[in-house]
């Protein structure tokens, strides 16, 4: 026998595991499952960057291990890159690191940059891998709520004088994965002073930072004076180029927050496929990277119009997404996120991610994944309108 260690043991349960088990026992069934409770972009990645990769995966010279810390010639691009859509300055060297998706970066840091029993702060509702982070490091959360009534983003205000003390980091995420809500330059620059007045490290993780709807282009973090200062921003390729199966990312910021996740990563891995960090390049300077990210953009925003609108002729009510691939929607009044789940599941086959799975102050909603055509979509509200709930 070979017990688990202790730390494994410390990780949290993985809620959206047991989604996915209900729903594959569902489609067992012989059901036709329509499944609203993902969140894998189901477009394929542009043919531009597909094409690319073959070129370099051709290349012997790609086929040797890179430099630990990634090529600098892609951490160039991404610096360049965020000079050109947010007119933030970085030094490739210093304040970019190379990633094999953000996920490892969001949930070694608090391992990279915080001691045992150190705090920080999560948005709740929230990314759930997050809290594997707070495992990993031995370290504390708290969390901070997202309320409706302040547009989803949280209100400095009322966080607790003392833990704002107490606290090393704070995590936000805009475009927001559940609720689609995005933060304002308003709201960044608040943050900025009080991050400044708290010593607080700020993570921003923008995986969803191309997708804007209603021709208004997500705020960056980067984007507010001071924010290199405090804090670093996580820029993922999974959802502005549909490649989460290709695992690669980067971050950008605070040189000592970067060089800790450097140094973590020196340990864990050699840097990603040579290949793949030329194609990454290619992606984000090819002339077709426009083009490709608006048609991306104006897919999943009539997708949302599609289902917002057949909802609304149910009565079913919800939160209109500025950004992201989500909706979230209320759920019927006098039912928890995961019965009206589960209920959908049993009686109409439609899968929803209840808003509890996502923290505490996700109870009452549930978040639905625009990730398939839209005709497929308003079938989907027409069978939960089948049920009389609203
Ligand atoms: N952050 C958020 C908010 C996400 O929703 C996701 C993926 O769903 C990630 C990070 C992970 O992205 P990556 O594929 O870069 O690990």
Not at 218 to 226: A, K, N, Q, R
Not at 270 to 289: H, M, T
């Amino acid at each position: 026998e070979f017990p688990q260690s202790e730390l494994l043991n410390q990780l949290p349960k993985q809620f959206f595991a047991n989604l996915v088990a209900k729903v594959n026992a569902k489609i067992a069934t012989g059901a036709d499952v329509i499944n609203l409770g993902q969140g894998n972009p189901d477009q394929p990645t542009p043919e531009y960057i597909v094409k690319s990769t073959q070129k370099w995966v051709a290349d012997p010279q790609t086929h040797k291990y890179s430099l630990f810390r990634g090529l600098p010639a892609f951490k160039q691009a991404a610096a360049d890159f965020y000079h050109e859509q947010y007119g933030a300055s970085f030094d490739p060297e210093k304040e970019v690191a190379i990633l094999g998706g953000s996920k490892i970066g969001l949930v070694e840091l608090p391992w990279a940059l915080m001691n045992p029993g150190d705090l920080f702060l999560l948005p709740d509702p929230g990314y759930p891998d997050y809290l594997s982070g707070a495992a990993l490091g031995q370290v504390e959360f708290k969390t901070v709520p997202l309320k409706a009534e302040n547009g989803f983003l949280p209100d400095l205000a009322s966080i607790p004088e003392a833990d704002a003390k107490q606290a090393k980091f704070f995590y936000l995420n805009y475009p927001n994965n559940p609720t689609g809500a995005v933060a304002t330059k308003e709201f960044y620059t608040e943050l900025v002073a009080w991050a400044r007045k708290y010593h607080v490290g700020i993570i921003s993780d923008f995986a969803y930072g191309a997708l804007g709807y209603d021709d208004e282009k997500p705020t960056s973090f980067m984007e507010v004076p001071g924010a290199k200062e405090v804090g670093i921003e996580f820029y993922t390729y999974s959802k502005t180029f549909n490649m989460a199966g290709w695992r690669i990312a980067f971050a950008v910021g605070n040189a000592d927050i970067i060089e800790a996740l450097n140094l973590i990563q020196d340990h864990l891995f050699v840097s990603l496929f040579p290949a793949l960090q030329y194609a990454a390049i290619d992606a984000l300077k090819a002339p077709e990277r426009d083009g490709e990210i608006q048609k991306l953009v104006d897919r999943y925003q009539s997708r949302r119009d599609a289902f917002l609108g057949a909802a609304k002729q149910i009565g079913w009510q919800g939160f209109v997404p500025k950004g992201t691939f989500y909706a979230w929607m209320k759920t019927p009044t006098g039912m928890t996120s995961e019965a009206f789940a589960d209920l959908l599941l049993e009686k109409v086959a439609v899968a929803v991610a209840p808003g509890r799975g996502f923290g505490k102050y996700g109870e009452g909603y549930v978040r639905i994944g625009l990730l398939i055509s839209p005709e497929r979509l308003v079938e989907a509200v027409q069978r939960v309108g089948k049920l009389n709930l609203f």
